[in-house]
T-cell receptor
Framework: EPEVTQTPSHQVTQMGQEVILRCVPI?????FYWYRQILGQKVEFLVS????????KSEIFDDQFSVERPDGSNFTLKIRSTKLEDSAMYFC????????????FGPGTRLLVL | DQQVKQNSPSLSVQEGRISILNCDYT??????FLWYKKYPAEGPTFLIS?????DKNEDGRFTVFLNKSAKHLSLHIVPSQPGDSAVYFC????????????FGKGTHLIIQP
C-alpha cells in the first residue's frame, strides 16, 4: 500500500540554523500539506500546496517557513532560522484532491532546536 | 479557539466491549469529518470519515455517527481489541482539498484485558 515517507526521522539543530524537512507524498496525490505537533499539544495545520504553489497557510506559517516541490516526487519544508519553539513533530500529508478527500500522513520528523 | 473539542483526555474500556469516543465542533462550516489513530512516535493513521450529508458511516468494527444539529460526532469501536489502544484524533475540514484539517486534542484509549 502506498504511503507518505519523511526524512529524517529525527533532527537536532542549533537555534538560528536552517533546517529542511523532506517528504515524498503518495505518487498520484495532488495536494500536499505540512502539520506540526508540539509535545503535549494538538496537531496544527501549517500549509497546503497544490499545482506548485501554496494554497492555504495558517498563522503559524510565517516568513521563516517556506515549502517547495523541487522535483516530481519530493516536497520540502524549510525553516530559515530555527527558534526554540520550533521544536515539534512535523508531519507531511497528501491527498488525491477534491472535496472530502482524506489526507494521509507520514511518520513525522522530530525536530529538536537547542 | 478550540473549534474541534475532544473533552475526554483518556478512556479505559475492557477488551471485547464497545469503545465510544466523542467529539464536538463549533464551526458550522465544517462539512467533512475524520478520525485518526496515532501511536507514539508515528504519524496519524486514517481510520474512517463522514461527510456532512450523512449521519452514519460504518467500516468493519468502526462506525462514525454525526449529529449536525448538535455539532457532535462519535466513533464506536466494537468489539474493542488490545491493538486499539492508541490516541484517537477527531479532525474536520470546511472545504476542498486545499484546506487544512482542524484537529481535536485527542483521546487516549486504553483497552484493558
Amino acid at each position: 500500500e502506498p504511503e507518505v515517507t519523511q526524512t529524517p526521522s529525527h533532527q537536532v539543530t542549533q537555534m538560528g540554523q536552517e533546517v529542511i524537512l523532506r517528504c515524498v507524498p503518495i505518487s498520484n496525490h495532488l495536494y500536499f500539506y505540512w502539520y506540526r505537533q508540539i509535545l503535549g499539544q494538538k496537531v496544527e495545520f501549517l500549509v497546503s500546496f497544490y499545482n506548485n504553489e501554496i494554497s492555504e497557510k495558517s498563522e503559524i506559517f510565517d516568513d521563516q517557513f517556506s515549502v517547495e516541490r523541487p522535483d516530481g516526487s519530493n516536497f520540502t519544508l524549510k525553516i530559515r532560522s530555527t527558534k526554540l519553539e520550533d521544536s515539534a513533530m512535523y508531519f507531511c500529508a497528501s491527498s488525491p484532491g477534491g472535496l472530502g478527500e482524506t489526507q494521509y500522513f507520514g511518520p513525522g520528523t522530530r525536530l529538536l532546536v537547542l | 479557539d478550540q473549534q474541534v473539542k475532544q473533552n475526554s483526555p483518556s478512556l479505559s474500556v475492557q477488551e471485547g466491549r464497545i469503545s465510544i469516543l466523542n467529539c464536538d465542533y463549533t464551526n458550522s462550516m465544517f462539512d467533512y469529518f475524520l478520525w485518526y489513530k496515532k501511536y507514539p512516535a508515528e504519524g496519524p493513521t486514517f481510520l474512517i470519515s463522514i461527510s456532512s450529508i450523512k449521519d452514519k458511516n460504518e467500516d468493519g468494527r468502526f462506525t462514525v455517527f454525526l449529529n449536525k444539529s448538535a455539532k457532535h460526532l462519535s466513533l464506536h469501536i466494537v468489539p474493542s481489541q488490545p491493538g486499539d489502544s492508541a490516541v484517537y484524533f477527531c479532525a474536520a475540514s470546511d472545504g476542498g482539498g486545499a484546506d487544512g484539517l482542524t484537529f481535536g486534542k485527542g483521546t487516549h484509549l486504553i483497552i484493558q484485558p
